[in-house]
């Protein structure tokens, strides 16, 4: 009886510990991506450099067009075009992040303004490898919608 008490709390333990690592590293990818929103909306280009890996690739699908418009660039092509004279500010709207071994997923509703004007809403899907114990970003893709935001325009 008593090997079964400690073979049951064992067990407990290590499930406990299972789900405090996997929090801790769902929170890390929720992270890495809020800091991608931050760089944009700051135009900062060190932080975009820290947060994704630069030929990693932009994938955007444009429904505001029929048919939809796809277009593919890399990382490193936003670079340039990250500095401008208008502010970009991207709100997530929620984000739902999946783990498996050293790989991760995040989709993300969101929400963008041009200039403090709403410009589009969509959804990001960001994939993030695990290399050298940080999470970066290596590819992006995404919707440009006008339609079913919920934007409160």
Known sequence: MKKLVLILALT????????????MEVEAVETVVNQFFEALE??????????????????????????PRHRMRFFT????????????LET?????????????MAWVPYEFRLNGEFSHCGVDVFTLVK??????????SYTIDKEGCD???
């Open 12 to 23: 407990l333990c290590f499930d406990c510990f299972s789900q405090e690592v996997e929090n």
């Open 131 to 140: 290399k050298e114990d940080a999470w970066k970003i290596v590819n992006l």
């Open 92 to 104: 997530a709207k929620s984000m739902d992040v999946k783990i498996h071994v050293g790989m991760a």
């Open 42 to 67: 700051k135009q900062d280009t060190v932080l975009l450099k820290q947060v994704a890996f630069m030929e990693g690739q932009i994938w955007t699908v444009n429904n505001t067009v029929s048919p």
């Open 151 to 153: 934007h409160g325009v």
């Open 77 to 88: 092509d936003d670079l340039k075009s990250l500095i401008s004279k208008n502010s970009y």
